[in-house]
């Protein structure tokens, strides 16, 4: 049996496949995520592919949440403490920033297959 | 061996010698160390590539099944999930190269052939592991595919050069 055109044709689609394959899983992998924002009661959701700066209302002032570069974190705030601006920006799946003086919290969610957790053979 | 070709038309012994091929190149699969888990050689696959050629339709799925069972014997697996990935990518990956090999009749050699059955194979696993384990393990895939690639075609020019050069085979054809 020597080797027929039809080995070539079938080595190329072959190849073409799973090229494919390759190309479409491993895009996908990025961003697929969005950060989910709670005040007071309210819900907003912003994806974190768009940079954004936006002010929300709470109970004792104002705060600034920023989305930059695919990351959140709040900027300026009217609590006392300022820990939510200490927790710096977030970025992955199920972390999450709060400013519980001014009862905001935000958390980053999406499909569940952002990273590996762990890996055991 | 040179026995045997007093019953070129008795396929239930084709079988029995393939099938017996098929485990013992298995075991020596399973000796063979593996860097990465769930990616192998697939020697276990020569007996199956040459039964396309010399054996009925039929008869083929019947090693496939023999394969499948002896093979996770052998390996420890057969009352694990890995046997059901095993068992469907086999009995998939074989009925797509009986298919091409009936499709393509004379115009295709065993390299394309194995190919086929290479990719077949894999992405019926990939495709049960998504459904059984969740949508991450379809990054798995991405390595398996090309590895299965590689070995696809090496497997392939060796069942060529296989049934160019021996002589048992020879005394088959028709």
Redesign the interface.
Known sequence: ???????I???II??A??VF??VT??QK?SNSSYAKIEIDGNTFIYPLEKDLIKTFHGPIGDTTIEIKNGKISITESDCKNKICIKMGKIDKLGQAVACLPNKLLITIEG???DE?DILS? | MTKLTSYPTNSNRIISILGGLCLFLSLIEYIIPKPI?FIKLGIANIPILISIVILPKKDILKLILIKSIGGSLVSGNLFSWIFLYSLSGSLISGISMIL?SIL?NN??????IS??GS?TSNLTQILLATAIL???A??L??PI??IG?IS??FIGVLT?NF??KSVWIRNFNK
């Open positions: 049996m020597p080797i027929k055109l039809a080995d044709a079938i080595f072959t190849l496949i799973i394959y390759s899983t491993l992998d499909e569940s297959n590996v053979y | 888990p091409i393509l115009k295709v050699s065993m390299i394309g190919l086929i990719l969740g949508p991450g379809k990054y895939g991405v595919l090309i690639f696809g075609t060529n049934l160019n």
